[in-house]
């Protein structure tokens, strides 16, 4: 019995190891090539910061780290390294070109995606006018923002999320919170 532990102990500190082990990187005179396996980039990508990177390429950054993140990931949260990623690489872009719709719109839909949800609220009410599906997106976070003010005993903060979330879309959240208040 207790071998197997050790064994167990002992291959699960290997994962561990091999989950967290640094990109290998390839000699200065070889092609970058190589892959890691915790972020799916090549090595030469680890000196590319998306400070470095125009605002085109950043927004491409951000959508191909997502798609990694929903594979790798079962629930999407910022602290998680290809959310991180996808969601500074967005930022990045939506702040070197502000006036891309796009850009801001795809950042206030990471935010969200990742229950960042005082950034997705204010990203959905800088974007202005919002097609349905961004509406729904901006009430789930006023609803959450309201109900997290709700718990904290912030009832006016409370009212003005639930208001603002209605006037973007109703919701069953949303009217309940409204009825608690």
Do not use: C
């Not at 290998?24 to 970058?32: D, E, G, S, Y």
């Not at 191909?64 to 790798?72: I, K």
């Not at 850009?103 to 949800?117: D, F, G, I, M, S």
């Not at 950034?119 to 800088?126: I, K, P, Q, S, V």
């Amino acid at each position: 019995m207790k071998k197997t532990l050790m064994l167990t102990a002992f291959a699960l500190a290997g994962l561990a190891a091999a989950q967290t082990a640094p990109a290998t990187t390839a000699p200065a005179t070889a092609p970058m090539t190589t892959t890691s396996t915790v972020t799916g980039t090549t090595a030469g990508d680890a000196m590319m910061t998306p400070a470095t990177l125009s605002a085109s390429d950043n927004f491409a950054r951000a959508q191909e780290y997502a798609v990694q993140a929903d594979v790798a990931y079962p629930a999407p949260f910022y602290d998680r390294t290809l959310w991180k990623a996808a969601v500074d690489h967005s930022y990045f872009a939506a702040t070197q070109e502000a006036g891309n719709r796009d850009y801001n719109a795809y950042l206030a839909q990471l935010y969200t995606k990742t229950q960042w949800w005082i950034n997705a609220y204010n990203a959905w009410n800088r974007l202005g006018d919002l097609n349905e599906t961004e509406k729904q997106w901006a009430s789930l976070s006023a609803a959450k923002l309201a109900y997290i003010a709700l718990q904290r005993g912030d009832r006016a903060a409370a009212r003005t999320y639930v208001e603002k979330g209605l006037s973007w879309a109703d919701s069953a959240s949303l009217q309940a919170i409204r009825s608690r208040l």
